[in-house]
Nanobody, 129 residues
Framework: GVKLVESGGGSVQPGGSLRLSCTAS????????MAWYRQAPGNRCELVAI??????KYAPVVEGRFTASQDKAQNTMYLQMDSLKPEDSAMYYC????????????????????????WGQGAQVTVAS
């Protein structure tokens, strides 16, 4: 598998914002599916956002608050998280794989190198007063 490098996690109060970054030195995001997942203790892996074939979709619980984007020149993907809620607290993972392969399936646990080619190491997001 390919290791992606994440940054940008942290602790914020409800209503605050964070931006996660995900970059790679030996993998080019362009032309691949890209996704953000999260997993809280005791919960299964949850899809947050997925970009495939030029389209980006979001989980209903983050729609309108989170924005996934990509900087091709920097070979970096981002997850801008606004209006954060305590229930958004989780470990967040970026992932990527061949085009048109990631939509429709969410691993039970994340990261899951057996399911998708490239994974980040995870970034902890904590939202609390």
């Amino acid at each position: 598998g390919v290791k992606l490098v994440e940054s940008g996690g942290g602790s914020v109060q409800p209503g605050g914002s964070l931006r996660l970054s995900c970059t790679a030195s030996r993998f080019t995001f362009e032309g691949h599916d890209m996704a953000w997942y999260r997993q809280a203790p005791g919960n299964r892996c949850e899809l947050v956002a997925i970009s495939s074939l030029g389209n980006t979709k979001y989980a209903p619980v983050v729609e309108g608050r989170f924005t996934a984007s990509q900087d091709k020149a920097q070979n970096t993907m981002y997850l801008q998280m606004d209006s954060l809620k305590p229930e958004d607290s989780a470990m967040y993972y970026c992932a990527a794989d061949d085009p048109d392969t990631m939509e429709g399936y969410v691993p039970m646990k994340c990261p899951s190198p057996t399911d998708y080619e490239a994974w980040g190491q995870g970034a902890q997001v904590t939202v609390a007063s």
